[in-house]
C-alpha cells in the first residue's frame, strides 16, 4: 500500500513543566485546525515562535491506511532531542495490524531538518478495539535543531 503524509498545520508553544498536551472535557486533543492531506512535500511552512523547552504538533485527523484508523494525536519536541508520540485513538476493523510512522521536521522555509525512522503501534487487535498507543523512547533528533523547528510531517500506512 501506498503510504501517505500529513503535514501538520501549525505549530503551538507549550512550557514544558505543564507535561501534557491540551484535553477538552471529553478527552479529546485540541487541534488549531482540521490538517491537509500531503503527498510528498510541505506548503505554507509556519514561521517559528519563541518557545520554552517543548513544542506540540497535533494531529487531529482521523487518519486512515487500509483498515486502520487514527486520530488525536500529538508529537511533542522536546529540546534535549526528544520527542515523544501520543495517538488517543488507533483501530484496525481487520485486527492483527499495525500503525507504522515516519515523522520529519521542517524549518520555516520548508527545509528538511530531520527525518526519525519508522515507529510501529502495538498490534492491532482484536477487530474494532482502540487503543491508546504512546511512544516516549524511540523518537532521537540533534538538539541543536531545536530552535529551527518549526513544522512537522507524518508519513503512514498500516
Known sequence: MAEKSYAAPETQPRA????APHV???????APTDGIVLSESIHDPVDAEPRGGAIDFFFSGPFFA???????ATLTAFSD???HWRANTVMSTSGDDSWLATFEFFDRNGLSLWRFGRISSPSLS?????ITWVSANQLFYHAHLFPQIARVSMTYRC
Open 16 to 19: 514544558a513543566q505543564d507535561g
Open 24 to 30: 477538552d472535557g471529553g478527552g479529546h486533543i485540541h
Open 66 to 72: 487500509g483498515d486502520c484508523k487514527l486520530a488525536a
Open 81 to 83: 532531542g526528544t520527542a
Open 126 to 130: 482484536p477487530p474494532h478495539a482502540v
